[in-house]
């Protein structure tokens, strides 16, 4: 198993992936509105051979007064239904906040499964006074800090791209 950045070679197979791991396709045209319209966008994809067996993406989010921080969100991640539980989600989380750290990301939030994303250091974004955008349950949007203290004096509201306003 590989993790690598997507490459254009990748975008038919990383559009089959999402689309396949999900109910809808709506997931899989999010990566393809991001990618086209986001600038900064880390797209990740984990790689058997030379098959595309699951993907990752980080895209900008933003709180209002917190210009000085770069603030990125992890959505969507997906792994080909044939390779899940195989620990392709957790390489691809793993790897996915290691580049995030390399492009000195400060904090990363997820609106994602309260019993999974913990094992990597998120917690509810509501022990920082920080709120999605979405209306959610309070243990289902989380925070992780890539620096530390960063999100010690901010709070409010994290607003994601307008391209999510499509799903």
Do not use: W
Request: proline share 4%; aromatic share 8%.
């Amino acid at each position: 198993m590989n993790i690598r950045k997507e490459r254009e070679t990748d975008i038919s197979n990383v559009y089959s992936i999402n689309a396949s791991a999900f109910a809808t396709q709506e997931e899989a045209n999010l990566v393809n509105a991001l990618r086209d319209n986001v600038e900064g966008v880390i797209s990740l994809v984990a790689t058997d051979g030379d098959d595309i067996v699951g993907h990752i993406m980080f895209s900008p989010v933003t709180i209002a007064g917190s210009a000085d921080s770069k603030l990125y969100g992890l959505a969507p991640m997906a792994v080909d239904p044939k390779f899940q539980n195989r620990g392709i989600g957790s390489l691809l989380v793993k790897a996915g906040l290691e580049e995030c750290k390399s492009q000195n990301i400060s904090a990363v939030f997820v609106l994602g499964h309260p019993d999974y994303y913990p094992r990597f250091g998120f917690q509810p974004s509501s022990r920082f006074g920080i709120k999605s955008e979405y209306d959610v349950p309070d243990d289902v949007f989380m925070a992780l800090e890539l620096e530390a203290g960063v999100l010690d004096n901010i709070s409010g509201v994290v607003e994601y791209n307008e391209v999510f306003g499509n799903l």
